[in-house]
C-alpha cells in the first residue's frame, strides 16, 4: 500500500493552467489563406489579351469624351450666336413695320409742290421728320439700298420691269420705285428696281 497521497488540485491551479492554456493558443501560427481547388491560373497571353482588351476600353472612353466635349463646344457656339442674333436682329419686326412709315413721309415731300407759304412749312417738317428717320436708322445700322446705276443684284434688288435702253449698259439699274433697307448686313426690304436691257 503505498503512503504517498495524490494532492488535491487548488483553485489557483486550475486558474493558472487556464491561462497557460490560452497563451499556447494564441501563440499558435495563424492559418495560410484558404485557397479554393481548381482557381484557374493566368498564361502570359491572357493576361496580355486583357491588357489590350483594358486599353481599347480606355481610346474608346477617351474617343467618347472628345466627342461630348466637341458637341458642348459646338452648343457653345451656337448659343453664343443666337444670342449675338438676337441682339443684331432683335429690331427686324419692329424695323419692317416702320418703313412703310417712313415711306409715306417720303412721298409726301415729293408730292408737296408749289410755293405757298403752308406747302414751304409743310415740305420742312417733313424734312425735318426724314432726317430724325435717317439719324435712328444710322444709331440702329438700318442701311438704305439705293442701287441706281448699279449693276442688278438679286439677291438685295427686286426687278419690277426690264426697260430697253441706249444710255445704261444691259442689267443696270436704271429707276430705283422703291430703296430697300439692311439691318447690321442683314436684308430687310429689297430695293425696287427698274433693269436695263440691250435696245432692240
Avoid at 499556447?24 to 484557374?40: L, N, Q
Avoid at 430724325?132 to 444709331?139: H, I, L, V
Amino acid at each position: 500500500m503505498s503512503t504517498e497521497q495524490e494532492t488535491p488540485e487548488t483553485p489557483v491551479d486550475v486558474e493558472n493552467e487556464a491561462t497557460n492554456t490560452e497563451a499556447a493558443i494564441d501563440e499558435m501560427p495563424a492559418e495560410a489563406p484558404h485557397t479554393e481547388v481548381g482557381e484557374h491560373e493566368y498564361t502570359i497571353e491572357e493576361l496580355k489579351q486583357e491588357l489590350e482588351e483594358a486599353k481599347q476600353k480606355a481610346q474608346d472612353n477617351w474617343d467618347k469624351a472628345l466627342r461630348v466635349q466637341a458637341e458642348m463646344e459646338n452648343l457653345k457656339k451656337r448659343v453664343q450666336k443666337d444670342l449675338e442674333d438676337a441682339h443684331k436682329f432683335g429690331l427686324t419686326r419692329f424695323a419692317k413695320e416702320l418703313l412703310p412709315v417712313f415711306d409715306s413721309v417720303v412721298l409726301g415731300l415729293q408730292a408737296a409742290t408749289g410755293d405757298s407759304e403752308e406747302v414751304k412749312k409743310f415740305r420742312e417738317g417733313c424734312e425735318l421728320t426724314i432726317k430724325q428717320f435717317e439719324s435712328t436708322f444710322a444709331k440702329f445700322n438700318i442701311d438704305a439700298i439705293d442701287p441706281l446705276g448699279q449693276p442688278f443684284n438679286a439677291e438685295q434688288h427686286q426687278a419690277m420691269m426690264m426697260q430697253a435702253t441706249a444710255d445704261a449698259e444691259p442689267n443696270t439699274v436704271v429707276n430705283v420705285f422703291q430703296k430697300g433697307y439692311l439691318l447690321n448686313g442683314r436684308l430687310l426690304r429689297p430695293a425696287m428696281v427698274v433693269v436695263a436691257k440691250a435696245a432692240e
